[in-house]
């Protein structure tokens, strides 16, 4: 089993989290740089905890704590592999994505102890009255509020990043017609 959190926003990277019973669990703020980049997203757990993503800086930091992106992520399996290891502390996850990008898996490397995997399902637009919102599932046995934010800042970070590119072909595509 395990806990759904949905996203109240299509825009990840500004909106909050709520549980089955409307608790909001996560609130994301996000500002902007020049030429509307983004420059950092804050996550508030309603534990307490914080969690920012320095987009420019390729940062993450929870409760203080800084690691630079290259330090914490490598890729898995070669350059044509899209799996991602993300590793805080000593406890790898490999996410990837599956089903043509309709779910992204955090499967945990470790076997001790482990928590079990994280699925997260993007906004799906259905029609022209909205559609499916995003939402992120954490198993019932993952209990860690540190492992917990890190693992949702690995998610929105690689989930942000695959928007980024599929607008930027979107964009390339609509140049290409106006010729």
């Known amino acids: 089993m395990s806990l759904p959190l949905t996203f109240l926003d299509t825009k990840l990277i500004q909106s909050a989290l709520v549980g089955p019973d409307g608790a909001v ?3 994301l703020t996000s500002t902007h740089g020049l030429m ?7 996550i508030s757990a309603a534990s307490g905890l914080t969690g920012v993503i320095y987009w420019t800086e390729k940062t993450f930091e929870i409760n203080g704590v800084q690691r630079r992106w ?4 490598s890729r898995v399996g070669g350059l044509l592999n899209r799996e991602h290891e993300w590793d805080w502390a000593g406890r790898p996850y490999t996410l990837k994505y599956q ?3 309709r779910e992204l898996l955090a499967v945990p490397k470790f076997a001790q102890n482990s928590s079990g995997v994280v699925r997260f399902t993007p906004y ?3 029609g022209l009255r909205g559609g499916d919102p995003a939402v992120i599932y954490f198993p ?3 209990q860690d509020e540190f492992e ?3 693992l949702l800042m690995a998610v929105l970070k690689t989930e942000v990043k695959r928007q980024d590119a599929q607008a930027a072909v979107h964009g390339a595509a609509r140049l290409g017609r106006g010729t």
């Open 124 to 126: 799906h637009r259905r």
């Open 148 to 150: 917990r934010m890190f």
């Open 70 to 73: 290259d330090d914490i992520e």
């Open 99 to 101: 089903d043509r990008h």
């Open 140 to 142: 019932f046995e993952m």
């Open 36 to 42: 509307r980049r983004k420059s950092e997203t804050t």
């Open 25 to 27: 669990h996560y609130t």
